[in-house]
Every structure is written in structure tokens, then in C-alpha cells.
């Protein structure tokens, strides 16, 4: 690239030049996108609501999706067999039937983007009255874990973009006051700062999310779980914060505009805050994952989200039994959906924050 082309070029379009030579970030940040528009178009892409139950397929096994060219996909349905000595029933694929999977089947009514009603689903059974499907298992109670699991992910990721852009607000002012005006406010917030940061995490989200009262409903408990999480994950984005404004408030245009006798929330968030704006969009990112990781941990403990509500820490609390571990090892999967997004947004965030300082080279 020409050295003039560099010279005349934006911050932004110098932390996008320095984003895309970072191949893992770039391909993590195209699956952070799809996961979000995973949450976004959930009852869409679900074969099904997730909350409907079939006794008599208690912990079916997932069905394998096959293919050929008069049927197209399709799936075996389940046939029952059972033991002639312990008399335990188990599923098994019986292949001499067929149950086709269609596009853009009529299923389970729904309001898309919470607001459009329609009972039109991605795929699922051609036939709705006929052999269900089941393509990663069901629960205890026969719900299907595919539907829950996308179903899950609306909240556990709502949960992590409510929860970070609250913990921003808190960071951004606590920290910007902190390292602009310094002396005693300066040392006052760093002292809040380290007290919160001395005290276990889990203890202390135990400790606040025992105060919500348990006659809340489950929106109410999604909301306070948000500003528990917020209030513990505000710390770090304040000391970053505090660094940046401390590295800047000597800055020859801060100076100039004091002497233009701008008042100290303008130079604070029209002149200084700007400067350093996408090493703040950097953090969230990383941020996020750790509050995904905050809302599982909650939940599974018993201390968020309860059923009926589905996130992926609910779903990993159903699978806090020696039956899910021996015999029903797909129950686990929605740590799978954990995994994955904590490892994709935290190597897309470590792309962001490596381009964010394009003149460091």
C-alpha cells in the first residue's frame, strides 16, 4: 500500500486494513455475526418453540438427516424396543419408513422479531401430525433440544450485549471522570474499583441475585441478572478507560480546547473519548464472552434464568444428572454452542484490539 494512501486514510479505515490481515479474526468475526442473526431470526430458524413435550420420546437419541432423490431429506422415525430382561425401552432407527424434512414448513406459531405473527419454520417435518424430528435428541421430558438450543441463544447472547453496553456506561464515566479529573475523585473510584475486583466473582453474583425476590417474573429475573453482571463487569472497563484518558489529557488539543473554555464533559466525551473509541469497541468484544460465561455459570448453578425461560445455561442445568453424562451425552451439546461463541468472539476481539493501534507499526 502507497505510503500516501496511508497518510490521508482514516483511523477507521487503517484499524479495517489492520483487521483484515488477522485471517482467524476476520473468519471469527463472520461466525460472531452469524451467531447473532442466529438470536435475532430464533423462532425462524427453530424446527420448533422448544417448549413442547412428548412423554414418549423421553431422552430419544438424535436421528440422523439422509438423502436420496425421490424423497429428498429426510428422517427414520423412531421404533421402540425393549429389553427382555431389565424391560428398558430404547429407540432405534426404523428404516423401512421415511419422514420427509421440508423448507419453509408450517409449524409452531410465532411472532418473528417479536412482533410478526407466523408459523412458518426454516425446515422440520413435512408433516407436522406425523413421526417428530429429532436431530440432536430431546430432554427429560421429550422437548427438542435443536429447537431450545437455538431458542437458547436469543437470550445467553442478548444477555451478553445488554449486560457489556451497561458495564460500558459505568466504565466510560466512573473511568473517564477517574483519569481526567484525578486527585481525590481519582483515587476515591480506584479504591471502589479494587474492592469490587477483591471479591470473588461467584460469591458476589451469588450475593446480589439472592436479593431479586423470588415472586419476580422470568423478564424481571432476565433484567436483574443483566445489572448483577453489569455492576461486577464495569471494574476492568474502567481502568482501561482511566489509562486511555490519562495518556490523552495532556494532548495538545485537549489543552487548546480547555483554553477555549470548553467545559469538562465536552473535552471529556466530544474531544478525548473519540481518540480512543475503537480500542472501547475492542474491549467489548472480548467483554461479551465473559458475560455469556456469567449468565451460564448463573444458571447453572440455580441462580439465573429458571425454566420456562431458555438459555444455554438453563439447558446445561437439565443436564446436571448421572443420566445425562452416561446415556443421554447429547444433553451436553449446548456447551458446544458455548464454547464456539466464546472462542469466536474472543479471537474476533483479539483481531479488533491488534488493529485498533494502526500506527503502532
Known amino acids: ?52 413435550t412428548n412423554a414418549d420420546y423421553t431422552y430419544a437419541p438424535p436421528q440422523a438427516l439422509h438423502f436420496d432423490w425421490d424423497t429428498g431429506l429426510y428422517v427414520n422415525p423412531y421404533t421402540f424396543k425393549q429389553d427382555p430382561e431389565t424391560l428398558a425401552l430404547s429407540f432405534e432407527a426404523d428404516e423401512s419408513k421415511k419422514a420427509p424434512v421440508g423448507f419453509f414448513v408450517k409449524g409452531e406459531p410465532y411472532d418473528l422479531l417479536g412482533f410478526i405473527p407466523w408459523d412458518r419454520h426454516l425446515f422440520g417435518p413435512e408433516n407436522p401430525d406425523g413421526p417428530p424430528m429429532y436431530l440432536l435428541g430431546t430432554d427429560s421430558v421429550g422437548r427438542d433440544l435443536l429447537s431450545r438450543i437455538i431458542r437458547g441463544t436469543t437470550v445467553s447472547m442478548s444477555i451478553g450485549l445488554v449486560g457489556v453496553l451497561l458495564s460500558l456506561v459505568l466504565g466510560v464515566v466512573l473511568g473517564g471522570v477517574s483519569g481526567y479529573v484525578g486527585g481525590r475523585t481519582d483515587t476515591l473510584i480506584q479504591r471502589v474499583i479494587e474492592i469490587i ?27 436483574a441478572l443483566t445489572v448483577v453482571i453489569s455492576l461486577v463487569g464495569w471494574t476492568g472497563m474502567a481502568r482501561e478507560v482511566r489509562g486511555k ?27 478525548m473519548l473519540p481518540s480512543f473509541t475503537s480500542h472501547i469497541i475492542a474491549n467489548l468484544s472480548l467483554s461479551i464472552p465473559t458475560v455469556i460465561l456469567a449468565e451460564t455459570a448463573l444458571s447453572f448453578i440455580g441462580l439465573g434464568l429458571q425454566t420456562p425461560m431458555i438459555s444455554w445455561g438453563v439447558l446445561l442445568q437439565e443436564a446436571q444428572n448421572i443420566r445425562a453424562v452416561s446415556t443421554a451425552p447429547w444433553m451436553l451439546i449446548p456447551g458446544v454452542a458455548v464454547v464456539v461463541t466464546v472462542l469466536a468472539m474472543n479471537f474476533f476481539g483479539d483481531g479488533l484490539r491488534d488493529a485498533a493501534d494502526p500506527y503502532k507499526h
Open 245 to 271: 484518558f490519562f495518556a490523552v489529557r495532556g494532548e495538545e488539543y485537549v489543552m487548546a480546547a480547555t483554553a477555549d473554555g470548553a467545559g469538562r464533559l465536552r473535552i471529556m466525551f466530544r474531544h
Open 1 to 52: 500500500m502507497k505510503d500516501d494512501t496511508l497518510a490521508v486514510a482514516s483511523q477507521w479505515k487503517l484499524v479495517w486494513w489492520g483487521f483484515k490481515r488477522h485471517r482467524v479474526a476476520l473468519v471469527c468475526g463472520f461466525v460472531t455475526v452469524a451467531i447473532y442473526l442466529v438470536a435475532v431470526f430464533a423462532p425462524f430458524l427453530a424446527p420448533g418453540s422448544g417448549q413442547k
Open 197 to 223: 475486583m477483591s471479591i470473588p466473582t461467584i460469591p458476589l453474583w451469588m450475593a446480589l441475585f439472592a436479593a431479586v425476590p423470588a415472586s419476580w417474573s422470568q423478564l424481571e429475573r432476565y433484567f
